[in-house]
């Protein structure tokens, strides 16, 4: 039996995912959480200038995945909850069409 690499072990600490219980709204915050736990973990102990370097030919770096989800949470929360008003308002006039062909009831 040989002993696990570095790499492995540290692999091997991984938090295990949030329990689910609770209302939907806990849930979604839980896993939300629990991810930006895990890349605030993964960039804290990153060596530097690795953090910076990128690593792959598009150019991402641990620390521009950071401030992209930094900055697409502050505006992915407006704009996600502007598309689901969005798309439900769509979809509403949709199912007073069909409602309207079904029995003839209108409105509200």
Known sequence: MTSATPARA???RD???PRTGGSEAEV???FLDYLRQSIAHKI???PEPAVRTAQVPSGTTLLGLLN???HVEEASTRW???HM?????RHAGHAD????LIDGATGR
Do not use: F
């Open 44 to 46: 804290e102990t990153a």
């Open 10 to 12: 540290a692999r091997r």
């Open 97 to 100: 069409i069909l409602r309207e």
């Open 80 to 82: 996600a909850l502007t």
């Open 15 to 17: 938090a295990p995912p």
């Open 28 to 30: 979604l915050r839980g």
């Open 85 to 89: 008003i969005e798309e439900t308002g």
């Open 68 to 70: 992209h989800l930094a």
